[in-house]
């Protein structure tokens, strides 16, 4: 597979946005193409069917494939019908041939199936068909893959890239992950923690990453089996919020074990901190009589959980009297982002008039 310039790809939202105008089928039309979803592991490939089902609505049927792990009797068996003495093909229940609603079908890892199987998936993807039956017209595919420079078994040949769409797909920024992440229940811990360490989500395709120890790198073995990605840094939340029940060290040992060594020894320094934070009831209470901490990571968590626990238009302006105290606007821009990228919080900042002051006096660093 060919190199891929990184910068030119899609975020997950613009991708599930367009596979079903790339991929619909139409009644007399032969125009369609099917996407393929190219990133390293962990990206988030496969919430794009969710975002699909949310986008379409219950009209179709979603169906998830897990194509290294499907035999050929999961896709399509051939039985003899004893009555006419003939073989006929019966459809395996995945593909909920049954129900007539038209399909969205992700075949997750499509490049890593055994050759054989692939015969079946390349149809299914070209011709719309599972086996010998159409799927309805409306339908649906698309697949997913790793990049080949990742080095995790996914083989493309020249006539197969011909006749789809590889679809490169961005690795999310902290902003992007962290507005994901407090709408997926992680908490302010470790939604700060990402925040506070923005290089934890770069990619090894980019520049300057060579030594960045958190990070998946097929360059180096060792980075390749527990590593710091959207995926499971969204597994170790569990870990975080359970820390105090399981106890630190093993809490580490079990980080260690999710988002690599690295990166849980820097989480749980990051936690340790967490004591030592003013409450934002406090805050709240006498924004501009309570001390200001100097450490700028404890600034930072402050915030997120600002942003879990503000409530009122009050209670946001007397945060905001606190957070004006703070000597840089970028890091107070680091409060306004995650205000703006919340959905329970955007209504309460667009209408206070104290964030919209803020606003026109620092644009430039929005």
Known sequence: MSKINFADA?????????????????????????????????????????????????????????????????????IPNHETKALEQYIGGLFKMDSGKPKVIMLDEVFKVPKLMGVLFTRLMLERSVGDRALPIGSIVYGTSNNGSDGVGDNMQAHQANRVCLLPMQKPDWRQWCKWAAENGVSSTLRAFVAMNPRILASYR?????????????????????????????KSNRIVMNRDTIGSGAAEVALAGTIGLPAAKALSVFIDMEKQLIPVKDIVANPAGVPMPEDVAALCMIMFNATDEIQTQDELSSFMTFVKRMNQSELQSIFFTMLMGNKRTVKLASNNDDIKAWTKDNYKYL
């Open 10 to 78: 899609v975020t997950i939202e613009q991708a599930a946005s367009i596979i079903p105008v790339l991929s619909a089928t139409h009644e007399g039309e032969d125009s369609h193409v099917t996407p393929i979803l190219l990133s390293e592991p962990g990206v988030g490939k496969t919430s794009t069917l969710k975002l699909i089902e949310k986008q379409l609505g219950d009209g179709y049927d979603y169906i998830y494939v897990d194509c290294p792990s499907k035999d050929y009797m999961d896709i399509a068996g051939t």
């Open 206 to 234: 980019d520049g300057g990453q060579e030594n960045n120890e958190f990070i998946f790198n097929p360059a180096k073995p060792a980075q390749c089996a527990s590593f710091a990605s959207p995926r499971s840094l969204f």
